[in-house]
């Protein structure tokens, strides 16, 4: 029967059959590295034995879930300080104005909202058909503003130069909504895109360091497995060989 061939272990430089280790240049790169990197006389045709090769990948493994906690540590540290610098609070618009009001805006608000509806029009022209009607026809005996209804037009003065002040009053109020409204979606919008920078990285660091990192885990287990597996045939071998001798003799 034909002895195994032998080669030496690059980490106890003790001699084993070449079934039961690997040459360094069958390994992953990153493995390969991390061996040189500790045994700096190693080359890619050095051979490890399974049982070093094992606490390697063990160590690799360790070295990427804590690599990949840490990482994730940093960002969820980056995205708590945003949240908690950004002490901004949404407020509600409607509310701060309806408490601040007073009496006066309250009142320019109403003539506001009624000398824009079709019900002052309405009155309005009304009103101001029956004033000439009853100046022109005579009706009753009225005759309080004959034509040309000087009297009427100073009336609609009269209210024009009243009504515009209060109307700009409430359009005053309008302006105060709308530039509450904006700052508010300025720091609402402001607020979102920081978190959503913080989340992004977190997406991205997920897609090209964990994803990666997990699928290289799994290949790694599957790899100990494989070798585990190698090595309880080759016992199992070893075991029948020697209950074969012990027949024969």
Same mark, same amino acid.
């Given at each position: ?5 032998? $080669? !030496?272990?690059?980490? /106890? ?6 079934? $039961? ?28 034995? /399974? ?17 990949? /906690? ?11 300080? $945003? ?16 408490? !601040? %009001? ?42 309080? /503003? ?24 409430? %359009? ?28 992004? $990285? ?18 790694? %287990? ?14 199992? %071998? ?12």
């Amino acid at each position: 029967m034909a002895e195994p061939k032998l $080669a !030496t272990c690059i980490v /106890d430089d003790r001699s084993y059959p070449i079934e $039961a280790g690997m040459f360094l240049y069958e390994l992953e790169k990153p493995l390969y590295n991390q061996i040189k990197n500790e045994h700096h006389s190693a080359t890619p045709k050095s051979f490890i034995c /399974d049982h070093h090769l094992l606490d390697y990948r063990i160590g690799r493994i360790d070295q990427m879930i804590h690599s990949d /906690d840490l990482h994730n540590q940093r960002i969820n540290r980056r995205l708590t300080k $945003a949240l908690q610098d950004d002490n901004y609070e949404v407020t509600d618009v409607n509310k701060i104005l309806r408490d !601040t %009001q007073t009496f006066g805006e309250r009142v320019s608000d109403a003539v506001a909202r009624f000398g824009g509806s079709w019900t002052f029009i309405l009155i309005f022209v009304a009103i101001l058909v029956v004033w000439m009607f009853l100046n022109v026809t005579h009706l009753f005996g009225v005759k309080f /503003d004959p034509y040309p209804f000087i009297l009427l037009n100073l009336f609609l003065s009269c209210i024009a130069a009243i009504q515009a002040p209060i109307i700009m009053m409430s %359009q005053n109020r309008s302006a105060d909504r709308d530039r509450m409204d904006a700052e508010n979606d300025f720091h609402v919008n402001l607020k979102s895109e920081h978190e959503l920078r913080i989340l992004h $990285a977190k997406l991205d660091h997920l897609n090209q360091s964990q994803l990666p990192h997990a699928l290289e885990v799994s290949r790694l %287990q599957l790899e100990m497995l494989g070798e585990i597996r190698a090595e309880i045939e080759r016992l199992r %071998q070893e075991h029948e060989r020697l209950n074969q001798s012990k027949e024969e003799s």
